[in-house]
C-alpha cells in the first residue's frame, strides 16, 4: 500500500526594516510599512477602499502519477480574470518545481561553513543532486483556441505573452502540459518529494507545489514574482479548482478539497465511515 499526501506549509520567515541610512538612523526614511498612505484601493488601517480589487484564477486539472518512474504528468486548463483597472499584456506564473533545477537560485545560493569543512552525507548528497534531472518540462502552451502561445521561463518564474491586450473586466483563458521527475526527499529534503521503503518494496510521496499557477497581481507591488527559494511562503490569486488525480489502483489519497466520486474509489464500508466522519466528535479511519 502506498500513500500519497499534501505537504503542510512552512513557517513565514522575514525580517524587520532597518531605520537606518549609511550607518545612521534616516529621520526621512519612507513609512510605508508602518504608515500606509491611504488611497481609493485601501484605508490607512490596510482595509479594503471603495475601489479595491483583486484578480482571480480558475483552474481545471488533470494529472497522473507515474509511481514506476516516480514522475507527474499533467495538464490545466487557466481561466484569468482581470479585475485590475489595468491592461495587461502578459501574465507570470509560478514554476515551483524548478528549484530542483541545477541553476535555481536556491541551488546556487547553497554555501558552506565558514571552516570550510564538509560532512561526508553532505557531499554525497551534493553529488546526487547535481546528477538529479529536476525541474518542470513545459511541453504545451496554448490558448483556448489550440494556438501556441510564447512563453519565457526564468527559473522558477514563467512569463506568457498574451496574444492581444486583457483589458480591465476581461478575462484569457489558456492551457499548460508539464511534466517533472519527482526528487527523492532523503537526497533533495523540500515540502515535497518521495521516499522509497526498502522493507514494504513501495513509495511514499508528498507531492507540494506541483502544478504552474497564477502568481498574485496588486496594486501596490504588481507581479510578485520574486524566485522561489525553498522559504517562506506565497500570495496567490483565489479562484475555483476541479482536480482530477489518477493514481495507482493500491494508493490512498489525502488532499485538501471536497471528494467527488467516492463511488468510484470507496467501498460501500468506506463511504460509510466518511458520512459518519462528517458529523463524528473525534476523527475516524476511512481507509484501514
Same mark, same amino acid.
Given at each position: 500500500?502506498?500513500?500519497?499526501?499534501?505537504?503542510?506549509?512552512?513557517?513565514?520567515?522575514?525580517?524587520?526594516?532597518?531605520?537606518? %541610512?549609511?550607518?545612521?538612523?534616516?529621520?526621512?526614511?519612507?513609512?510605508?510599512?508602518?504608515?500606509?498612505?491611504?488611497?481609493?484601493?485601501? =484605508?490607512?488601517?490596510? *482595509?479594503?477602499? @471603495?475601489?479595491?480589487?483583486?484578480?482571480?484564477?480558475?483552474?481545471?486539472?488533470?494529472? %497522473?502519477?507515474?509511481?514506476?518512474?516516480?514522475?507527474?504528468?499533467?495538464?490545466?486548463?487557466?481561466?484569468?480574470?482581470?479585475?485590475? !483597472?489595468?491592461?495587461?499584456?502578459?501574465?507570470?506564473?509560478?514554476?515551483?518545481?524548478?528549484?530542483?533545477?541545477?541553476?535555481?537560485?536556491?541551488?546556487?545560493?547553497?554555501?558552506?561553513?565558514? =571552516?570550510?569543512?564538509?560532512?561526508?552525507?553532505?557531499?554525497? /548528497?551534493?553529488?546526487?543532486?547535481?546528477?538529479?534531472?529536476?525541474?518542470?518540462?513545459?511541453?504545451?502552451?496554448?490558448? =483556448?483556441?489550440?494556438? %501556441?502561445?510564447?512563453?519565457?521561463?526564468?527559473?522558477? #518564474? #514563467?512569463?506568457?505573452?498574451?496574444? &492581444?491586450?486583457?483589458? !480591465?473586466?476581461?478575462?484569457?483563458?489558456?492551457? $499548460?502540459?508539464?511534466?517533472?521527475? $519527482?526528487?527523492?526527499?532523503?537526497?533533495?529534503?523540500?515540502?515535497?518529494?518521495?521516499?522509497?521503503?526498502?522493507?514494504?518494496?513501495?513509495?511514499?510521496?508528498?507531492?507540494? &507545489?506541483?502544478?504552474?499557477? #497564477?502568481?498574485?497581481?496588486?496594486?501596490?507591488?504588481?507581479? &510578485?514574482?520574486?524566485?522561489?527559494?525553498?522559504?517562506?511562503?506565497?500570495?496567490?490569486?483565489?479562484?475555483?479548482?476541479?482536480? /482530477?488525480?489518477?493514481?495507482?489502483?493500491?494508493? $490512498?489519497?489525502?488532499?485538501?478539497?471536497?471528494?467527488?466520486? =467516492?463511488? *468510484?474509489?470507496?467501498?460501500?464500508?468506506?463511504? *460509510?465511515?466518511?458520512?459518519?466522519?462528517?458529523?463524528?466528535?473525534? @476523527?475516524?479511519?476511512?481507509?484501514?
Amino acid at each position: 500500500m502506498s500513500l500519497l499526501t499534501g505537504a503542510s506549509p512552512a513557517t513565514l520567515l522575514g525580517q524587520p526594516i532597518e531605520n537606518r %541610512k549609511y550607518g545612521q538612523e534616516d529621520k526621512f526614511r519612507q513609512l510605508e510599512e508602518i504608515l500606509p498612505t491611504p488611497n481609493n484601493y485601501r =484605508s490607512a488601517a490596510g *482595509e479594503p477602499g @471603495p475601489e479595491y480589487w483583486q484578480q482571480r484564477c480558475d483552474y481545471v486539472i488533470d494529472v %497522473k502519477l507515474d509511481d514506476a518512474q516516480q514522475r507527474i504528468e499533467g495538464k490545466e486548463q487557466l481561466t484569468y480574470h482581470n479585475h485590475s !483597472p489595468h491592461t495587461l499584456r502578459y501574465v507570470w506564473l509560478q514554476v515551483d518545481a524548478n528549484i530542483f533545477r541545477p541553476d535555481s537560485d536556491a541551488n546556487l545560493l547553497r554555501n558552506f561553513s565558514p =571552516s570550510g569543512r564538509i560532512s561526508l552525507e553532505t557531499l554525497e /548528497r551534493i553529488q546526487a543532486q547535481a546528477s538529479f534531472d529536476g525541474g518542470a518540462n513545459i511541453t504545451r502552451v496554448a490558448d =483556448s483556441y489550440g494556438q %501556441k502561445l510564447r512563453y519565457t521561463i526564468v527559473k522558477t #518564474m #514563467m512569463r506568457i505573452d498574451l496574444p &492581444q491586450p486583457l483589458a !480591465p473586466s476581461e478575462s484569457f483563458r489558456f492551457e $499548460i502540459e508539464w511534466n517533472y521527475q $519527482i526528487n527523492d526527499s532523503k537526497v533533495s529534503p523540500g515540502r515535497t518529494g518521495c521516499e522509497y521503503f526498502e522493507k514494504d518494496k513501495n513509495y511514499i510521496y508528498e507531492v507540494a &507545489q506541483w502544478f504552474p499557477r #497564477m502568481v498574485a497581481y496588486g496594486d501596490a507591488h504588481g507581479w &510578485q514574482h520574486k524566485q522561489f527559494l525553498g522559504s517562506g511562503e506565497f500570495t496567490l490569486e483565489l479562484g475555483d479548482y476541479l482536480v /482530477r488525480l489518477t493514481v495507482p489502483v493500491d494508493h $490512498i489519497v489525502a488532499a485538501t478539497g471536497v471528494l467527488q466520486n =467516492s463511488g *468510484e474509489v470507496l467501498t460501500e464500508a468506506q463511504r *460509510e465511515r466518511l458520512t459518519q466522519a462528517r458529523t463524528a466528535a473525534r @476523527p475516524l479511519f476511512i481507509v484501514t
